[in-house]
């Protein structure tokens, strides 16, 4: 079983429509990153939580410890947010585990 | 400009030949690191350093080695590249903090990515 779950693994949207990204862990962690990669491979990292919830722009994240639970959510979904998003959790010694990602296309 | 430098951008290169892929940041940042990511398997993590003179190794560190001589530079080494290590490497960095009783690392900034092929 692997330490951080992300679902759904490809999502297909409409221009407009709310977006909903999860990621689930099983390690003890000291925060969590959401990180975006576009076509063309940069990675650009987006929130980085320990608790609670995070805003910026039409972007939210949100961080539930207790249930080991994330979400990323993107309101007013544009093709320029066509993208993978990619959660990964650190622990307090450094290491980091990734998600395999969540490749979104949103359609005009 | 904020900012991680990592070179070289592609790499082609045979079995045996040793080669050095660099790593640069201009934010003072403790905490330094090296991933691979292949298709299926997502990002894994090769090395970390906390700060200078101290590493340590991720999930994948066998093939490869570092070095953290200085804070901003953080090499990764191939001594002997074989196959098996073409992949998109990228390298990143960070601050840490404490909260609480815990470490942390703060928000992470990758360099661009040097696509490795190894023939």
């Known amino acids: 079983k692997n330490e951080v779950e992300q679902s759904p693994q490809n999502l297909t949207a409409q221009e407009g429509e709310f977006i909903t990204i999860n990621c689930s862990y099983s390690v003890g962690i000291s925060a969590l990153h959401w990180l975006q990669q576009h076509p063309g491979g940069g990675i650009v990292s987006l929130f980085m939580?320990?608790?609670g919830k995070k805003k910026h722009g039409r972007l939210i994240a949100t961080i539930n410890i207790q249930e080991k639970h994330s979400s990323l959510h993107i309101t007013a979904s544009h093709p320029r947010d066509s993208a993978v998003y990619i959660c990964a959790v650190g622990g307090s010694q450094g290491n980091l585990i990734f998600g395999k990602g969540t490749k979104l296309s949103v359609k005009p | 400009e904020a900012q991680v430098t990592q070179n070289p951008r592609y790499l082609i290169t045979v079995t045996g030949k040793k080669l050095t892929v660099t790593c640069s940041q201009n934010m003072n940042h403790e905490y330094m690191s090296w991933y691979r990511q292949d298709p299926g398997l997502g990002l894994r993590q090769i090395y970390y350093s906390m700060n200078v003179e101290v590493t340590d190794k991720g999930d994948v560190p066998e093939g490869y080695k570092v070095s953290r001589k200085e804070k901003r530079n953080f090499p990764l080494i191939l001594e002997s590249p074989s196959p098996n290590q073409t992949s998109l490497y990228f390298c990143a960095s960070s601050l840490r903090f404490i909260q609480g009783d815990i470490a942390t690392n703060e928000k992470l900034f990758f360099g661009s990515g040097t696509q490795l092929s190894v023939l």
């Open positions: 939580l320990s608790s």
